[in-house]
């Protein structure tokens, strides 16, 4: 886990950087999921990368992968680097951020143990 401490790291200057660095970095696990499934993933975007997962069957609704898909694509899409008027209203903290690690654990463990 991660932690926001140290003498490194101040609670109110760097969270919310370091937690937006994360899901970023999180988001691009996905990613890497998903083009490690898909055939020709290479320079998508993730949203078009969870479509075709979605109609390759790769992607199922009610999954923890559809859950960590939305939830990726959501976050990704509100902590962007171009987007600092909507990122005002987005709780992006340190908790965020290790929920998103949560989550890929989760599906990470789901598709390395397939249920029978």
């Not at 992006?92 to 989760?106: M, P, R, T």
Request: aromatic content about 6%; proline content about 5%.
């Amino acid at each position: 886990m991660f932690f926001v401490s140290g003498p490194h790291l101040s609670r109110h200057t760097d969270e919310y950087p370091l937690s937006r660095a994360i899901v970023g970095l999180f988001g691009g696990v996905l990613e890497a999921i998903l083009a490690d499934k898909l055939p020709a993933a290479r320079s998508k975007p993730l949203g078009v990368l969870i479509g075709e997962a979605k109609d390759a069957n790769i992607i199922q609704v009610g999954t923890k992968l559809a859950a960590l898909s939305c939830m990726m694509l959501y976050l990704r899409n509100h902590v962007h680097a171009d987007r600092d008027a909507a990122r005002m209203a987005y709780f992006i903290d340190i908790n965020v951020a290790k929920g998103c690690k949560v989550a890929v654990d989760w599906v990470i463990a789901d598709l390395l143990n397939p249920a029978p």
